[in-house]
């Protein structure tokens, strides 16, 4: 089982560039999260995909964030323009959603720095 | 609005000491608990899932117990090693798969 793999593991750009991280969820998963982590407010749940479909993006910050999942194998997370505020560790996540409730498997993140 | 406290925020112990964390949540309406371990430059481990109507989960030297009317978790590490040092999340499933973290409990286990 390769787990959930998140593409770069490091960014660092300029402020006003676009920004985009990739994430593949374990095959067979249905359901796909997309988490930002800083020191000032912890693990935040941005958005989340079941079954491709957007179910849930009240934590997305502005509309300067956008998500989407073509299929099941692969999502991105985009930022255009980047800002500075922007830079903190993003973590996608992807389970088995069903009748029991199955725990979230998540990738080693993204770790970005918009200067 | 759910509101997940963990205390402490930090914890040192010479190794082979039994340790319990602890997890505290506002909204009893959870669909399950879970605790996660975080190590440096990582994503996280789920270590532990609790569902609402359980009291208790186990996986080797780890238990975790879930008071849902309190509002309250425990996770109890026996014997803990240096290679237990990490940092602890605990999280609810408030709402259908949204989890709520808390900020986490700093694990260091000395030699």
């Known amino acids: 089982d390769a787990g959930v793999i998140q593409s770069p593991r490091h960014e660092v750009t300029e402020m006003g560039q676009e920004v985009t991280l990739r994430c593949k969820p374990i095959?067979?998963?249905?359901?796909l999260f997309w988490y930002r982590q800083t020191m000032m407010r912890g693990l935040e749940l941005l958005i989340y995909?079941?079954?491709?479909?957007?179910?849930?993006d009240s934590g997305m910050p502005e509309d300067r964030f956008s998500a989407k999942m073509p299929n099941a194998s692969f999502s991105t997370l985009k930022i255009q323009p980047s800002e500075p505020r922007d830079s903190a560790v993003y973590f996608c996540?992807?389970?088995?959603?069903?009748?029991?409730?199955?725990?979230?498997?998540f990738g080693d993140g993204t770790r970005l720095s918009i200067l | 609005k759910q509101e997940v406290t963990q205390i402490p925020a930090a914890l040192s112990v010479p190794e082979g000491e039994n340790l319990v964390l602890n997890c505290s949540f506002t909204?009893?309406?959870?669909?399950?608990l879970q605790w996660f371990r975080q190590d440096p430059g990582k994503g996280l481990t789920s270590l532990l899932l609790?569902?609402?109507?359980?009291r208790e989960q186990t996986s080797g030297r780890l238990n975790a117990s879930l008071d849902k009317s309190s509002g309250r978790s425990t996770l109890y590490i026996a014997a803990s090693q240096p290679g237990d040092s990490a940092t602890y999340l605990c999280?609810?499933?408030?709402?259908?798969?949204?989890?709520?973290f808390g900020t986490g409990t700093r694990l260091l286990v000395s030699p």
């Open positions: 995909f079941n079954n491709n479909v957007p179910i849930d």
């Open positions: 909204d009893s309406a959870i669909y399950n």
């Open positions: 999280a609810v499933e408030w709402g259908f798969q949204k989890l709520v």
């Open positions: 095959s067979g998963h249905n359901s």
């Open positions: 609790i569902q609402s109507s359980q």
């Open positions: 996540a992807s389970s088995l959603a069903g009748t029991q409730h199955q725990p979230q498997h």
